[in-house]
Every structure is written in structure tokens, then in C-alpha cells.
């Protein structure tokens, strides 16, 4: 599976909108990109995910570049509950294989 | 959406006996469910991939005979920690994917999690 990479920790204050980078070089053209988070002591859970076009549900929105070698999870109104490790994957399309996790970027949410 | 359900969310028990946790898919059908541990301030690692009606695949270094796995149905995968040490000791977390087309249903869903303490 192609490799993501992504920043160990964010920070952001409660209310405004929060910008979670992630690099994937390697993508290709099946590839999914998908977005999980875990909050502590629960199962991750599914954010989003898209293939070239941005992609928006009632959670968060996902912006992929034009060459899909980068991507960036928006979450526009951040709150405390959203602090958690978010997962960027990549998936190939209609598989059930497993999804490969990173380390992810711990996101806290300052008041 | 899809719920996976797993159980029980805590267990703790004593060192050389085995402990079973359940993962059910609730409203959809899972011929391959995955397992995966997770230790504290680290990422979920693979274990093993639970087949429906034939042998589970186990990632490398994962003890096939000290981490039994049954697919007994379409949507029910069990996980048996057999003489269970205190190394075994994480967190233990299940996940399946629908199968679907370019698109569709292919979003994983995760169980809870099971907090394994081995005392």
C-alpha cells in the first residue's frame, strides 16, 4: 500500500477551522483517500473520503490537490470533541482489504 | 450507517487463561473481517484477517496458535487471546468493510475496541 505522511501534532482553538495536511506521493490512480479518526479508548471512525474531486459531509471537508500527491482534511468549526488521532489512508476503490494506519496527526482543541 | 459491534469493551484477566472477543456487523454482511491491536500512544497494527468459511491470514510475527480466529457467519468474527501473559495486555479493535463498486460502501467501520488486562 502507497504511504502516507502527515504531522505528528496540530493544535487549534475551539471554533475556528482546522487545515490537517497529508502528503501521498506514491498514490495511484485507484486510490482512495480516506480519513479516520479515534478519539481515546474508542474504535477509529470514519471521516471522509474522495478520489480527484473535494469532497464535503456534515462532518468535515476534504480538499485533494490536482496531482492527488497531497491532500487536506477541513474541519470548519473545530470543537472539543473533534481532539483526537487523525488517519489519513489510502484505499483501493471497492476493496474490503485491510487499511494500513500511520502514526496520524494528534489534534488538540484548545477552549 | 454501518455499526460494528464488539465485545466485551474491557476484560481482565489472570495470566495462562484465554480470553474471547466477539466482532459483529450489524446490519451488513462481512465475508473478511480484520483484527487489530493497538498499543498505548501507538498506531493500530494489523494482527490478522478473519475469512468467512475458511482459515484466518496472519500478519508476520503474529502467533497463529496463541491468537485463534473463528468466522463462523457472515457477520460475527471471534478472537480467542489463548494463555494469556501480561505482554498481551492492549487493546484489541475489529473492523470490516462492505464490498462494493467504485464508490460504494467502501468505508471501513470499526468495532469499540476490547482494553485487554492480563494480571
Known amino acids: 500500500d502507497a504511504k502516507t505522511t502527515q504531522p505528528n501534532s496540530m493544535e487549534s482553538n475551539e471554533e475556528e477551522p482546522v487545515h490537517l495536511p497529508c502528503n501521498h506521493s506514491?498514490?495511484?490512480?485507484?486510490?482512495?483517500i480516506h480519513w479516520y479518526r479515534q478519539l481515546p479508548s474508542q474504535g477509529p471512525e470514519y471521516v471522509i473520503h474522495?478520489?480527484?474531486s473535494n469532497v464535503n459531509n456534515r462532518m468535515a471537508s476534504l480538499a485533494i490537490a490536482e496531482d492527488r500527491k497531497s491532500s487536506t482534511l477541513i474541519l470548519h468549526r473545530a470543537t472539543l470533541r473533534d481532539a483526537a488521532v487523525y488517519y489519513c489512508?489510502?484505499?483501493?476503490?471497492?476493496?474490503?482489504?485491510?487499511?494500513?494506519f500511520g502514526s496520524g496527526t494528534q489534534l488538540t482543541v484548545l477552549p | 450507517g454501518a455499526v460494528v459491534s464488539q465485545h466485551p469493551s474491557r476484560v481482565i484477566c489472570k495470566s495462562g487463561t484465554s480470553v474471547k472477543i466477539e466482532c459483529r456487523s450489524l446490519?451488513?454482511?462481512?465475508?473478511?473481517m480484520f483484527w487489530y491491536r493497538q498499543f498505548p500512544k501507538q498506531s493500530l497494527m494489523l494482527m490478522a484477517t478473519?475469512?468467512?468459511?475458511?482459515?484466518?491470514?496472519?500478519e508476520q510475527g503474529v502467533e497463529k496458535d496463541k491468537f485463534l480466529i473463528n468466522h463462523a457467519s457472515l457477520t460475527l468474527s471471534t478472537l480467542t487471546v489463548t494463555s494469556a501473559h501480561p505482554e498481551d495486555s492492549s487493546f484489541y479493535i475489529c473492523?470490516?468493510?462492505?464490498?462494493?463498486?467504485?464508490?460504494?460502501?467502501?468505508?471501513?467501520?470499526f468495532g469499540q475496541g476490547t482494553r485487554l488486562t492480563v494480571v
Open positions: 473492523s470490516a468493510r462492505p464490498s462494493g463498486g467504485a464508490g460504494v460502501g467502501t468505508e471501513a467501520f
Open positions: 506514491t498514490i495511484s490512480g485507484t486510490d482512495y
Open positions: 474522495g478520489l480527484t
Open positions: 489512508i489510502l484505499s483501493v476503490s471497492g476493496s474490503a482489504r485491510q487499511l494500513t
Open positions: 446490519d451488513f454482511q462481512a465475508t473478511t
Open positions: 478473519s475469512n468467512e468459511g475458511s482459515k484466518a491470514t496472519y
